[in-house]
């Protein structure tokens, strides 16, 4: 596992300028392609626990890290597919704030029609806080169910045979 991940840079976790901080709602919009807005691990629970009766999935990435870069298209492929049948997807990337014009060109160049956030580092239990014993190897997927339950947390990169066949288990009944 460790060798198909990235680990976290020294020091990106922390120092990561605080932004406006966003709304429920912004889970379920297109992504701003400008700016990128800073989550804390308390807001990705909320934006979780507001999506309930729907299956969320949160992926955190960075864009020097392989990996991540390789599993993205199929995470847009499953959200794609999924979305008008109960997906709400959100991406968290572990980039330095100082990298922003880095996530942006990986916004501009992949296109994803889900939000993408930054992830605020500033409390060094981020990590901890978003999964207890993570200590931030990238790329990292949780799935929760339609009640709010996580029922995934993979720590590698994911194919989209393997995320498609989770989250289709998990969406209600249309």
Same mark, same amino acid.
Request: proline share 16%.
């Given at each position: 596992m460790a060798a198909s991940g990235c680990r976290g840079r020294e020091g990106a976790a922390t120092a990561l300028t605080k932004q406006?901080? $966003?709304?429920?709602?912004?889970?379920?919009?297109p992504a701003p392609s400008t700016k990128i807005r800073t989550l804390t691990a308390?807001?990705?629970?909320?934006? =979780? /626990?507001d999506s309930k009766g729907k299956v969320v999935v949160v992926n955190f990435w960075a864009?020097?890290?392989?990996?991540? =870069?390789?599993?993205?298209? /199929?995470?847009i492929k499953v959200y794609e597919q999924y979305h008008d049948k109960g997906l709400n997807v959100f991406a968290v990337s572990m980039? /330095? $704030?100082d990298e922003t014009p880095d996530i942006e060109q990986f916004v501009q160049t992949y296109k994803p029609r889900f939000?993408?956030?930054? /992830?605020?580092t500033q409390d060094k239990t981020f990590n901890e806080s978003v999964l207890e014993k993570w200590s931030g190897e990238m790329p990292m997927t949780l799935v929760f169910d339609t009640d709010g339950k996580q029922v995934l947390a993979h720590k590698a990169e994911i194919t989209y045979k393997e995320?498609?066949?989770? =989250?289709e288990s998990l969406l209600p009944p249309l």
């Open positions: 406006a901080s $966003p709304s429920p709602a912004d889970a379920t919009s308390k807001q990705i629970r909320a934006l =979780v /626990a864009s020097w890290c392989p990996p991540c =870069v390789r599993e993205f298209p /199929a995470i980039n /330095a $704030p939000p993408i956030f930054l /992830a605020d995320l498609s066949s989770k =989250v």
